[in-house]
């Protein structure tokens, strides 16, 4: 491999986006941090209902993403790095709108 094959390598290495497996551990901890009903919570349930229905806008800021903890901020990242068409539980998904709606409705599900 020359010098032009490898930084071609490179390149192509960065212009790929790391798709995130959705898998059990991921979202376990998304719904455990839907079910607290705090504002990041709140934050996460709705990022991930936007990203998986088309019709929900995500309308937070992003400096309230920025305000995100650490293990928050993680999560969300992956919420982002999601794939349309993967492969994720419909239960999970119908469960965290559920909690979502309900503290919006100012109560808990």
Known sequence: MNISQD?????SEQNTTTV??????????????VKQGDASGQLLGEAFISACRPNRPFF???FAVTELDAEAATLFKKII??????????????EIEAHVFAFAKGGVA
Do not use: T, V, W, Y
């Open 7 to 11: 930084n071609s390598a490179q390149n």
């Open 20 to 33: 995130i497996d959705f898998n059990q551990a991921f979202g376990e901890l998304l719904l455990k941090r």
């Open 60 to 62: 937070h800021g992003l």
């Open 81 to 94: 790095a999601m794939r349309s068409g993967a492969k994720l539980p419909l239960a999970l998904l119908n």
